[in-house]
């Protein structure tokens, strides 16, 4: 090859050279191709680029220079061309089957002998596999994000309540996967720089089985939709499959939430938030729902009905679709901040504001008052259908529930109230005497938290603080006191602000919930401690920047108040 970088070279020499640049590296198709047509410069002594249709196109209205040229073989007509002039030696080649076809063009002072023109038409062919497979990826690459889309947008959509809109979205994707009436969530955390190898992961591992989604408020986060088959099991095959690839995996947390209706998906996710939290604190790893931790299950049945169908009856005035829409809403806005809120259902961060503070002034709630947020999320877990809510089941408008069969259980969790006061009290059946109790608040909510099943729950919920040196507990009451201002909190407990937070977050290690951040684990401890009568004071006005709601341990509807987004 005269005047070539690679004279004297033997042939397979060459073409070895050339394979080794064809080599497909972390940069993908695309770049061994660049890397391949720097080589080619190099070896017929030259230089070699590749131009694409938009920068020929350009370069061809701009005028000048071998615009026009590069533009036709661009187009295929002609797909090749050559140029020779004094000290400029040009070849030009169409690449691909696809017009407009991106170019070759490689150039040297000296003209193409036989073995350079064949090495330049080598090297094309070689330019053409790898830029069809750079096509290919880019595909599939396109297409995998679409899928992304759309399975994002179904779970927006069953966040809202929108199950049926999301059944049909889905079905393009895989056809009868959500045809369940239950479903499981579940809830991986890794780093934020594994998460996509983790979603992919767990896309091969369930294929076909569940939706999995990476989460739009979370950059660690990966969301899995279990549905549960007809016969009951609780997405076992999927969660078995989670399990065991967490185990597998280093610093990977799996949260597993308890079974749900398909239009409560939002509880759901709520559910595996909550365990994914104490999955931070176990060696394993990986947590799930535990039966009787949670306050709704230890509720009568009947009472804990009758009161959240009247807490939230000015709600019934809402048409029916806006009403599914605020109470979608405003579940995932006590949960999560506004943003987030709105990331997870896919709208924006003002409308979540607007929805929540419509409730707010149709129940006459002031939801800068951390009391009426705990009392409101709990009446939105009794009134539509959670699993552990008192054996209560969907069955019908607003606030309707039924009984559960199992009459015994206000009996024995009345015995282990009277008694130790440890373990888990059972679910109670029978509606608590008419008495007004001692319980916080008074009231119809004051009586159903006074009842023996709730006291035994809010002393098991609060026994880990018991005996730590640190007085967790008395932190944790004046923090909450306060309406969980820290400032405020300090003063009253007499300590520096940064011993506040650091009790606070030894608290949420020994309760395995979120406090700081909000949501249900601090609402049932703003509960726990409601019960066991340590809330007996309204926030100090103006605490934490709001307005104090009034006297009450816990607020119910009474008067419009203002919401503090």
């Not at 002594?45 to 249709?53: C, D």
């Not at 002072?109 to 330019?127: K, N, Q």
């Not at 979608?328 to 806005?333: D, E, K, N, S, Y």
């Not at 949420?508 to 401690?529: F, I, K, M, P, T």
């Amino acid at each position: 090859m005269s005047g070539s970088g690679v004279e004297g070279q033997r042939r397979p020499e060459v073409l070895a050279g050339l394979l080794k640049a064809a080599r497909v590296g972390p940069g993908g198709h695309r770049a061994a191709a660049h890397r391949v047509a720097a080589w080619l410069g190099r070896a017929v002594g030259g230089s070699a680029r590749i131009e694409v249709p938009a920068r020929i196109e350009g370069s061809a209205r701009a005028g000048g220079g071998d615009g026009a040229l590069l533009r036709d073989v661009a187009a295929g007509s002609p797909r090749s061309a050559v140029v020779a002039e004094p000290g400029r030696h040009l070849r030009v080649l169409a690449l691909g089957v696809e017009r407009p076809h991106p170019v070759l063009v490689v150039t040297r002072p000296s003209p193409y002998d036989e073995a350079a023109a064949a090495l330049v038409a080598h090297a094309a062919t070689v330019l053409e596999l790898l830029l069809s497979a750079g096509e290919a990826d880019e595909r599939r690459r396109r297409l995998a994000e679409a899928g992304a889309g759309v399975r994002l947008s179904v779970l927006q959509l069953l966040m809202g309540g929108e199950v049926v809109l999301a059944q049909r979205t889905m079905a393009g994707l895989r056809p009868g996967l959500l045809d369940a009436e239950r479903v499981v969530v579940c809830v991986l955390e890794a780093s934020e720089g594994e998460r996509g190898e983790v979603a992919r992961a767990c896309e091969g591992l369930l294929a076909g089985r569940a939706l999995v989604v990476r989460c739009p408020a979370d950059d660690g986060h990966v969301i899995v939709v279990a549905p549960v088959s007809p016969g009951g099991a609780a997405g076992t095959g999927a969660q078995d499959a989670l399990r065991e690839f967490v185990t597998g995996r280093d610093g990977v947390f799996l949260g597993v939430g308890d079974r749900h209706p398909i239009s409560r998906v939002a509880a759901g996710y709520d559910d595996a938030i909550r365990s994914l939290a104490a999955a931070r604190l176990m060696p394993g790893r990986v947590a799930g729902h535990q039966p009787g931790a949670r306050l709704p299950e230890v509720l009568d049945a009947g009472a804990a009905a009758g009161w959240a169908a009247g807490f939230l009856r000015p709600l019934a005035a809402v048409p029916a679709q806006d009403r599914g829409q605020l109470t979608a809403t405003v579940r995932l806005g006590l949960e999560f901040t506004a943003v987030n809120a709105a990331r997870l259902l896919g709208i924006s961060r003002n409308t979540v504001r607007a929805r929540m503070d419509r409730v707010a002034g149709l129940l006459g709630l002031d939801l800068g008052d951390v009391r009426a947020r705990a009392a409101l999320d709990l009446a939105l877990r009794l009134d539509d259908g959670d699993p552990g809510t008192a054996r209560s089941g969907r069955a019908g408008g607003t606030g309707q529930a039924r009984k559960g069969s199992d009459g015994g259980h206000a009996a024995q969790a009345a015995q282990a109230a009277h008694g130790s006061g440890t373990g888990h009290a059972r679910p109670a059946a029978t509606r608590p005497g008419p008495g007004p109790g001692p319980g916080p608040g008074g009231g119809e909510l004051g009586r159903m938290l006074a009842a023996p099943p709730v006291l035994v729950w809010a002393r098991d919920l609060l026994a880990p603080l018991r005996g730590d040196e640190r007085d967790l507990r008395r932190t944790l009451r004046d923090w909450v006191g306060e309406n969980c201002a820290v400032e405020p909190a300090a003063r009253r407990r007499g300590v520096h602000p940064q011993t506040v937070r650091e009790h606070l977050r030894g608290a949420e290690g020994l309760l395995r919930r979120q406090l700081v951040a909000g949501g249900s684990g601090l609402y049932e401890v703003v509960l726990a401690l409601t019960v066991t009568g340590e809330l007996d004071e309204a926030p100090s006005r103006g605490s934490s920047g709001r307005s104090a709601p009034g006297d009450r341990a816990l607020v119910t509807p009474s008067c419009p108040a203002t919401v503090h987004p």
